[in-house]
């Protein structure tokens, strides 16, 4: 907790705005209306913090702190390597970066910059300490920003030797780097570290232990370059905690690897609202809030969300009325302690000129985002009381980037349309449909403390993680495995003696073939004797073909040559239960399949009654209280009488009916 109060506010450039200072005086009185109490700034000021090299204006920036400061709004000082300023550029090329085709880049964009460059790194530790030994002791200043959504790769040669460098240190000969990456396929045998370039479309793509092992070279070298940030921050003093701002379901950064750098976790969200049914793009988001609070178990922050319509998608549609609101308590719900936006002021000019702002073009304090902005401003200060609180989770599900790294590079048997992230969050959405807490975790996190662990495709299995299945069974947990998954080890190298591998006698099954449905195509999953599932349902994309070693078909095929075979299997191991699903079922599946589950593993929802379609209910757990969020993600009004609520209103009007959008938090007193 960095706060006595939920922070509310956000993004806030005020160097756009030096040479009006009216615009700034305005600014302070419309945070102030707005219930705004915190503001980042600093991630793209380095040409206005150094406009020439060595010649540095930090005054602006100190008094906007100040002046912020003594109006009760405190600032997340950001450092500014997200965008360098042009005479960097043009004085060391070698900042730049080198794409995979090998070109350099020119000067523009953002995080266009090699993280290897020695030249990079000190002009950016020299700027960071100056603001350190500025700012680090100001009181105004309660967290540092490191950086803006690190991202992106270098190819450069400065690259490439750190690359064979830490290859070096990973798999210490080059023997062992060609056995694990099997290179003898295609006579593609490595005489020495030397000799291996990076990935790139003119050279080597098809040696899937290349790919694997330069993507974690990506998120080592990103990390290696934001705690080096964070270093220079702490040599000149600077104490306060840091954080990074994360992105929604983003593929090219291990964020595990990442998260341990940094004190708290934050992220950007900006789901596309109104584009298919809202509760679905709720789950979506709710399913990214939980992975963030995962990957420390600790409270995060929303660090940007838009308050009205983006500027870049195809289609930039408004945010409808209420889902402003819905969507800042949403976050709080899932464990944030933050509701901030990009932007505070609206740009007047470049490519983010149409993002939404709190502060429009029009400067005036009538306009319907203003006005419902400073109404959660307002509403926030009655939510106070829930920080410090957390979220418990008797359930998890298993979301891997390395696994997906691994599993969209497999070359079988889809090439595209794997539904990774799709297949998570059905699992999931089943879970919160039944009104549980769900933690969403990596493969190398703990699973004590868990009743029911799910791991959908996980395709690739770290090291050791068969035995970690092995001993959360045996202990009495109950944990279910999807198709597709056990298949390789850690360098994308198939498993020999039958999968998935190492747990087969804990499922009580093995997978012999997987069959790939073209787009269309469906199978059927139909209950067999003594299943706790009633009726069929549809299966898409994958099947695996089973053969039972000692467990039971709760489900069967019911087409297809493997007609009648075994599809979700049950296996006593143990005190445990383990259940293997293999087939890409349906919605309702998961939704009838767990709530059997859930009966038998005795885990309690965050309300005794049943969740109506299009709400989603979540719960925080503080000392002396329980907090309980009902939210209606539809655009019409909904009875929730069915949810057999009870406890104190702390935001929101009523327990027997929620408006299109409305949110209810309750103040449940523990017994």
Not at 594 to 601: A, M
Request: charged residues 25%.
């Amino acid at each position: 907790m960095i706060s006595q109060q939920i922070l509310y506010g956000g993004d806030y450039n005020p160097e756009q705005w030096l040479d009006e200072p009216e615009i700034l005086k305005k600014d302070v009185q419309y945070m102030k209306e707005a219930g705004i109490n915190a503001v980042s700034m600093g991630m793209f000021s380095w040409s206005a913090l150094e406009p020439a090299e060595d010649e540095y204006h930090l005054e602006w920036l100190e008094e906007r702190i100040s002046t912020l400061y003594e109006n009760g709004i405190y600032t997340i000082l950001a450092t500014p390597s997200g965008a360098r300023p042009k005479w960097l550029a043009d004085r060391y090329p070698e900042v730049l970066r080198v794409d995979e085709n090998r070109v350099r880049k020119l000067f523009g964009a953002r995080h266009n910059h090699c993280y290897t460059s020695p030249v990079y790194r000190e002009k950016v530790r020299k700027i960071n300490m100056l603001l350190a030994e500025r700012f680090g002791a100001h009181p105004g200043v309660i967290l540092w920003h490191i950086s803006n959504e690190y991202g992106g790769e270098c190819h450069c040669p400065l690259c490439q030797k750190a690359f064979q460098e830490w290859l070096a240190g990973q798999y210490g000969s080059i023997e062992i780097l060609n056995k694990k990456w099997w290179t003898t396929f295609w006579s593609h045998t490595y005489n020495s570290f030397d000799d291996v370039e990076s990935p790139s479309p003119i050279g080597e793509m098809d040696c899937h232990g290349l790919n694997l092992a330069w993507k974690r070279f990506v998120t080592e070298k990103t990390a290696d370059f934001l705690e080096a940030e964070i270093q220079a921050l702490r040599d000149a003093g600077a104490g306060q905690p840091t954080t990074t701002n994360l992105m929604y379901d983003y593929p090219f950064l291990n964020y595990d690897r990442i998260a341990k750098s940094i004190d708290i976790v934050s992220w950007d969200s900006y789901p596309a609202w109104h584009k298919r049914e809202d509760i679905n793009t709720a789950l979506d988001n709710a399913m990214q809030h939980d992975y963030m609070r995962s990957l420390k178990k600790k409270p995060f922050l929303l660090m940007e969300s838009c308050p009205s319509a983006t500027n870049w998608g195809k289609v930039s549609k408004l945010k409808r009325p209420g889902v402003l609101a819905a969507a800042g308590i949403q976050a709080l719900a899932h464990g944030s302690e933050s509701v901030l936006y990009f932007q505070i002021r609206q740009s007047r000019g470049s490519s983010e000129k149409f993002h939404g702002a709190v502060i429009d073009h029009s400067g005036r304090n009538d306009v319907r985002v203003f006005k419902e902005a400073s109404a959660l401003g307002a509403g926030l200060k009655g939510l106070k009381e829930i920080l410090g609180s957390e979220v418990k989770a008797q359930a998890a599900v298993v979301y891997d980037i390395e696994n997906r790294w691994a599993l969209e590079d497999a070359r079988g048997p889809r090439n595209e349309n794997l539904y990774y992230h799709e297949s998570v969050l059905k699992n999931y959405r089943a879970l919160r449909n039944k009104g549980l807490n769900v933690d969403v975790i990596h493969e190398t996190a703990s699973l004590d403390g868990y009743r029911l662990v799910i791991a959908p495709m996980l395709y690739l299995f770290h090291d050791g993680f068969e035995e970690k299945i092995r001993t959360f069974v045996e202990n009495g947990g109950c944990f279910v495995m999807t198709y597709w998954s056990g298949i390789v080890d850690r360098d994308d190298r198939c498993f020999l003696g039958g999968t998935p591998y190492g747990v087969m006698d804990v499922f009580g099954m093995r997978r012999t073939e997987t069959d790939a449905l073209y787009e269309g195509e469906c199978n059927t999953l139909c209950p067999a004797e003594g299943s706790c599932l009633a009726r069929d349902y549809e299966c898409r994309n994958l099947c695996d073909l089973i053969t039972l070693e000692g467990g039971k078909a709760l489900m069967t095929y019911g087409s297809e040559f493997y007609q009648g075979t075994p599809a979700v299997v049950e296996n006593s191991f143990g005190q445990g239960m383990a259940y293997y699903v293999g087939a890409d079922a349906e919605q309702g599946f998961y939704d009838d399949f767990y709530g059997c589950l859930i009966k038998r593993t005795g885990i309690v929802p965050v309300v005794k009654g049943t969740v109506p379609q299009g709400v989603e209910v979540s719960g925080r757990t503080g000392a002396d209280a329980d907090y309980v969020f009902v939210q209606n993600f539809r655009n019409d009004s909904i009875n929730i009488r069915q949810l057999e609520l009870e406890g104190e209103i702390l935001y929101g009007g009523s327990m027997d009916v929620l408006t299109p959008y409305e949110s209810l938090v309750l103040r449940v007193e523990k017994r």
